[in-house]
């Protein structure tokens, strides 16, 4: 059965310090490894899909990696509005359901 | 382009009665899944459909169906309704099975 987990369930920064999420997943075989941004009371924004190890992608402060057992979201130099639940989900090689990570709770204080 | 859409944004509904929810996907979107999710249990697969056919089902009773129309809008029902029901209901919507999800801003339920 695919599984994920994230560490840690809450993190609080400092404005400017940066930081790693973390994305652990049990999968048969994977097909893709996702990441989302939700903000409270709304539906998760795609921000990244990895599909084998070593590749990488960026989006402004967000720099995701992926591994063959994890993936980490870099945060570089962190603002408030990068404040939020960081969601990662996995799909196997079967193309069938993605299923979700329970969410990293990210705080960034001014 | 239009993101996914669904409606209404809130609903409060009694014990015992039935509610419909529907996800108009982002245009050209054939794949529809639906999510529940709550603070304790996260997000949890529901179904997915494509071109009206349901092609993965999550771990939920049978209280919750879905369907899905020719123009790839998509409407969920539960049947009645348990305290246990109040959660997010998101509809996320991809271009072909198994490619990226995008989601909606999700209807919230609140079952008294």
């Known amino acids: 059965e695919d599984q994920v987990t994230q560490s840690p369930e809450a993190l609080r920064l400092q404005e400017g310090e940066s930081s790693s999420l973390n994305c652990s997943y049990t999968v048969s075989g994977l097909r893709g490894l996702f990441w989302y941004r939700q903000d409270p009371g709304k539906g998760p924004e795609f921000l990244f899909t990895l599909y084998s190890a070593g590749e990488e992608k960026e989006k402004e402060r967000l720099k995701a990696t992926l591994t063959k057992k994890e993936s980490f979201l870099h945060i570089t130099a962190p603002k408030p509005e990068d404040s939020a639940t960081y969601l990662c989900?996995?799909?196997?090689?079967?193309?069938?359901?993605?299923?979700f990570g329970p969410g990293t709770r990210l705080s960034v204080l001014p | 382009k239009a993101g996914v859409t669904q409606t209404p944004r809130y609903l409060i509904k009694t014990r015992g009665q039935q509610v419909t929810l529907s996800c108009s996907p982002i245009s050209g979107h054939r794949s529809v899944s639906w999510y529940q999710q709550t603070p304790g249990q996260g997000l949890q697969f529901l179904f997915e459909y494509f071109s009206e056919t349901q092609r993965n089902k999550g771990n939920f009773p049978g209280r919750f169906s879905g369907r899905q129309f020719s123009n790839s809008r998509s409407e969920m029902n539960v049947s009645t309704l348990e305290l246990g029901d109040s959660a997010l209901y998101l509809c996320?919507?991809?271009?072909?099975?198994?490619?990226?999800?995008?989601f909606g801003p999700g209807t919230r339920l609140l079952v008294l």
């Open positions: 989900a996995v799909q196997d090689n079967y193309g069938q359901n993605f299923v």
């Open positions: 996320a919507s991809s271009s072909w099975l198994g490619e990226t999800q995008y």
